[in-house]
């Protein structure tokens, strides 16, 4: 009898185990990335992951009201060391990739230009994500500023909720050009809509993509959400990162 409790017990483990679902908030740049990295860290772990996407500002507000995420992949380090600071987290604000800007137009735009490309008068809408909670849109704003567009471009700019929006405001050609990801338009999805061009490195700030594990999760998925966190710098995950257009952090 105590073998067959013991044999039903063990059981009984190994099926909740199997069925443990994470639930993951990331950066909308993170969007096809993430789904990849997700799949890949189930079928290593039998954990399942569950991906919720948006602006790294409004995930930070959602989870300092309770929403029950397990780990957060942010677009920079400023919202999950605001998380640290406010004792949400159960790791420190770790770097996993760096983003890259670029300006992307579905209509034709004479992207040759490079940022300038704002100005003409041809261009009459720019989308740009929230610079008060997405930092791409952040970084865009500050290369329309390094170039010394910004001025002749504030009247064009459409904001956006986050790059997806940015995304979808571009594709459907309701703004003429967009300041997106690079992980976006490299997407399998998007990689065959438009133009493209790399926005150079110098005009702005370094987008450091920080990760962070949760407290508002169980305790059970607080060690799960671990396991995946160390999973974000494993050989895979690097390549997914890389094929994306991320950068990637030294090794240690």
């Known amino acids: 009898m105590k073998l067959l409790k013991l044999v039903l017990t063990s059981l009984a483990f190994a099926s909740a185990l199997a069925a443990q679902t994470i639930t993951v908030a990331a950066a909308a740049n993170m969007k096809y990335a993430v789904a990849d990295i997700a799949k890949a860290f189930t ?8 991906v919720i996407t948006g602006a790294s500002g409004k995930l930070t507000q959602q989870i300092m009201s309770g929403a029950p995420y397990d780990a957060f992949l942010s677009a920079d380090v400023e919202f999950p060391g605001k998380l640290v600071q406010g004792g949400f987290t159960t790791t420190p604000a770790q770097v996993y990739a760096y983003g890259t800007l670029v300006l992307w137009t579905n209509t034709g735009a004479d992207l040759s230009k490079g940022v300038a490309v704002v100005t003409d008068p041809a261009v009459k809408k720019i989308a ?3 610079p008060r909670t997405a930092p791409y849109g952040t970084e865009a704003m500050n290369t329309m500023k390094f170039y010394k567009v910004a001025d002749a471009a504030s009247g064009k700019i459409v904001t956006a909720e986050s790059i997806s929006q940015v995304g979808s405001y571009v594709t459907t050609k309701a703004v003429d050009v967009g300041f997106m990801a690079k992980s976006i338009v490299l997407s399998p999805e998007m990689k065959n809509v438009g133009q493209w061009v790399e926005v150079d490195p110098k005009s702005y700030n370094t987008i450091d993509q920080a990760m962070v594990g949760l407290k508002n ?20 995950v ?11 952090p030294a090794a240690k």
């Open 217 to 236: 999760g169980s305790p059970a998925n607080q060690i799960a959400a671990k396991k995946f966190l160390r999973f974000m710098s494993s050989p895979k």
């Open 238 to 248: 690097l390549e997914i990162l890389k094929a994306s257009g991320y950068g990637i």
């Open 128 to 130: 740009v994500a929230n």
């Open 43 to 50: 079928q290593e772990s039998g954990i399942e992951v569950k």
